[in-house]
């Protein structure tokens, strides 16, 4: 099974769980998807999320030879070892490749956990209530077999918590000089040394989200007011990728430092414009070669393999995301303003801490 991405004329994307074999689409899971997306306000990336989770559990039920619409079979559902063999299955990173690595950490998180359980209690909800039309009793049986497993989890985040998932100062430096174009340290090509070194520095100094990042156009930055705007775009038409970048929550302007805007205009100027495409489009983040022949808006995974090359090239920063900088930024405000305002004007700075971060 795999997952295809779709993007239709007005720029809507979309997804679908299809048979490697055969390119046959699975029927309930996408009808399911296909409801949530006309039904719920999630953003493209929440739906893709769903759609990964309901490929892995519709291989698991291949593998334990469970057929959901087949009353024989399906009992096993409402059996509480059915819901504690998910929660084993799903507790460990799916491996992708063939070679697995048994000495690296494959557990995740509570919270992933918590949701991927949570997304499947969801499906098996409204396929035996509406697909089956199972008794009310039955589904009572599903919620009450996956509450007794799902880890108990809180979403409230606390100044610890940022603190723990941000680099310390030792790394922001490690990775400041790592990144630096001039650098013989830099594990980056030449064509895209100033580039990397950009989108780090945004995110360091702003905090905002790689989509934001990613969304990012030439017009959204104002040099003069030393200004970026992050503005919502769904369903862009005009976006050539087929996962878009998306801003999650409020639009917003951010502040920049003098030192930022200047290094913001040499790249537009002088290493973005070399690349052929980026005629073509807005977007302030390309692809680039030294051949100068390409010049397409950066996609979502040419910009996690900046980070998947840092981490390889620094072991100080083998546990290092791009949200790490976001939290990184979290603590930052945090000690400067507990250091220089007083305790009367902390609400209006967590106003703007709200603001800020979106």
Not at 91 to 96: A, D, E, I, P
Not at 139 to 152: A, G, L, T
Not at 277 to 293: D, P, R
Not at 347 to 354: S, T
């Amino acid at each position: 099974m795999k997952l295809k991405r779709l993007i239709n004329k007005s720029g809507v994307r979309t997804c679908m769980i299809v048979m490697v074999a055969n390119g046959i689409p699975l029927t309930y899971e996408n009808l399911y998807i296909a409801i949530l997306a006309r039904t719920k306000n999630y953003s493209y990336s929440t739906i893709e999320s769903i759609a990964g989770i309901l490929m892995s559990f519709a291989k698991h039920l291949t593998e334990k030879k469970i057929v959901l619409d087949n009353k024989n079979v399906n009992g096993k559902v409402f059996e509480g070892r059915f819901a504690y063999d998910l929660m084993l299955y799903f507790s460990s990173k799916q491996q992708r490749g063939k070679v697995i690595k048994t000495k690296e950490e494959r557990s995740i998180s509570e919270h992933c956990l918590h949701f991927k359980l949570t997304v499947i209690e969801k499906y098996l909800t409204w396929f035996f209530s509406n697909i089956l039309e199972n008794s009310g009793n039955d589904i009572d049986m599903i919620s009450h077999n996956f509450k007794s497993i799902k880890p108990k989890v809180n979403y409230k985040r606390s100044y610890s918590e940022c603190e723990e998932k941000s680099l310390d100062k030792k790394q922001i430096e490690t990775l400041n000089e790592l990144i630096k174009k001039g650098s013989n340290k830099n594990p980056f090509k030449d064509c895209v040394k100033l580039r990397n070194e950009l989108i780090v520095n945004i995110l360091t100094e702003t905090g905002m989200r790689g989509g934001e990042l990613l969304n990012l156009r030439i017009t959204d930055f104002q040099y003069t007011r030393r200004e970026l705007y992050v503005i919502r775009r769904p369903d862009d038409i005009g976006d050539s990728r087929l996962r878009q970048p998306l801003v999650k929550t409020l639009e917003r302007k951010i502040p920049l430092t003098k030192s930022l805007c200047e290094k913001i205009k040499i790249y537009i100027e002088k290493e973005r414009a070399n690349q052929k495409k980026s005629i073509e489009h807005n977007y302030l983040f390309v692809t680039h070669s030294s051949n100068f022949v390409m010049g397409d808006p950066l996609t979502i995974s040419g910009y996690q393999k900046i980070f998947n090359t840092i981490r390889k090239s620094e072991i100080s920063l083998n546990n290092f995301v791009p949200h790490s900088l976001r939290h990184t930024w979290n603590v930052n405000y945090s000690e400067h303003v507990y250091q220089l305002a007083s305790p009367e004007n902390y609400e209006m700075y967590e106003k703007i801490r709200n603001y800020l971060m979106g």
